[in-house]
Structures are given as structure tokens and as C-alpha cells.
């Protein structure tokens, strides 16, 4: 699998946030991981990128979210309100979710306009 640079540095960056949330050190890690310690170190510099398949035990063995690895965003996922709003969605049914997802989009709807304000000159 490629990687852009964008892409590799996202990947990297939850690469090592998981490694440390875990306390390994890099060779702990690729020992977990069953990889070389140069790997693991080429891989947290985005200098190579993993298999699919390496991908995969990556995220399950370091408790990482592939979307963490994927899609760069500012959010903190690991917040106990974002712990509480997954655990609540698993309990809905499709009806709920509907209107969770009508509800979630209003909201983000009308607080974007204030992110995104410039002030007037």
C-alpha cells in the first residue's frame, strides 16, 4: 500500500500516539508487532508505509482506530463525552439513529458559521 505524504504522516503520527499511550518503547513495539525495530522506526518517520495486512495488526494490537491512521482531524476521540455519545449509539436503534443523525447535523450545521467568522474592517 502507498501512501501520499499527507497520508503517511497521519498514519505515522497515530502510529507512535498509540505506541506511547501503550508505554512501549519502539522496540517493545516491533516486538509486539512482529516486525523490525528499523521498520518501526521507518514507519513513525513516514518512510515506508505497512501492508493491508500489516495496517490491520497495527490497529488491533495498539488499540488504534483506523480512521485515526486515515483521516487527519483535530477531534480527540478518546474524550469520555465521545466515549459516552459511542456507547449511547450502540444502544439505538435505526428509528434513533435517524434522528441522531438529523440532530447531529442541524447542530453542526448552525455552529459552523460560528468557527468559520471573520471579523468585519
Not at 50 to 55: G, M, R, V
Amino acid at each position: 500500500m502507498s501512501l501520499s505524504i499527507n497520508d503517511a504522516q497521519v498514519f505515522s503520527i497515530a502510529l507512535k500516539r498509540g505506541r506511547k499511550k501503550k508505554h512501549l518503547t519502539q522496540a517493545q513495539c516491533a516486538e509486539l508487532l512482529d516486525h523490525s525495530v528499523s521498520f518501526q522506526k521507518d514507519l513513525e518517520r513516514c518512510r515506508c508505509s505497512p501492508s493491508i495486512e500489516n495496517f490491520y495488526h497495527i490497529c488491533r494490537m495498539l488499540d488504534i482506530s483506523a480512521d485515526d491512521c486515515i483521516f487527519q482531524d483535530n477531534h480527540d476521540r478518546t474524550g469520555s463525552t465521545y466515549q459516552e455519545l459511542l456507547r449511547l449509539l450502540l444502544r439505538c436503534d435505526e428509528k434513533a439513529l435517524s434522528v441522531l443523525v438529523a440532530t447531529a447535523s442541524a447542530l453542526a450545521d448552525n455552529t459552523a458559521p460560528l468557527n468559520t467568522k471573520t471579523e468585519k474592517t
